[in-house]
C-alpha cells in the first residue's frame, strides 16, 4: 500500500524559513520521481517542485525558482521541501505525491503571516 505522510508544516513570518519533509512507504522509492504540490481555499492544486528518481533532476514552478529546493534520500525515502524568503503567498496546504501511482499524502498546512 502506497503511503506519503508529510510534516513541518506551522506557521512562519514572512523572509522565513520552513522545511517540509514526506516520508514514503509501501513502493520502490528510489525509482520513481516525486513532486510537492500547494493548493489553497478555490483553487486548484499547483505543482510546486518536482524530482526525478536515480538521477535527482529538478523543475520547479515560476513563482518558487530561487526560494525552493527539493531533494531526495532514497535511503530514507524520503523527499524535501526547503523553503527560504518566504512571503504570504506562500501560504498554502502542501502536498507529497507520486504520480505513478497517482497517491497524495495528507497535506502539511503552512502559513506565512506576521
Known amino acids: 500500500q502506497v503511503q506519503l505522510v508529510e510534516s513541518g508544516g506551522g506557521l512562519v513570518q514572512p523572509g522565513g524559513s520552513r522545511r517540509l519533509s514526506c516520508v514514503a512507504s509501501?513502493?520502490?522509492?528510489?525509482?520513481?520521481?516525486m513532486s510537492w504540490y500547494r493548493q489553497t481555499p478555490g483553487k486548484e492544486r499547483e505543482l510546486v517542485a518536482s524530482?526525478?528518481?536515480?538521477?535527482?533532476?529538478?523543475d520547479y514552478a515560476d513563482s518558487v525558482k530561487g526560494r525552493f529546493t527539493i531533494s531526495r534520500d532514497n535511503v530514507k525515502n524520503t523527499v524535501t521541501l526547503q523553503m527560504n524568503s518566504l512571503r504570504p503567498e506562500d501560504t498554502a496546504v502542501y502536498y507529497c505525491?507520486?504520480?505513478?501511482?497517482?497517491?497524495w499524502g495528507q497535506g502539511t498546512q503552512v502559513t506565512v503571516s506576521s
Open positions: 505525491h507520486v504520480s505513478f501511482f497517482d497517491a
Open positions: 509501501g513502493f520502490s522509492f528510489r525509482l520513481y520521481s
Open positions: 524530482i526525478t528518481s536515480t538521477v535527482g533532476s529538478t
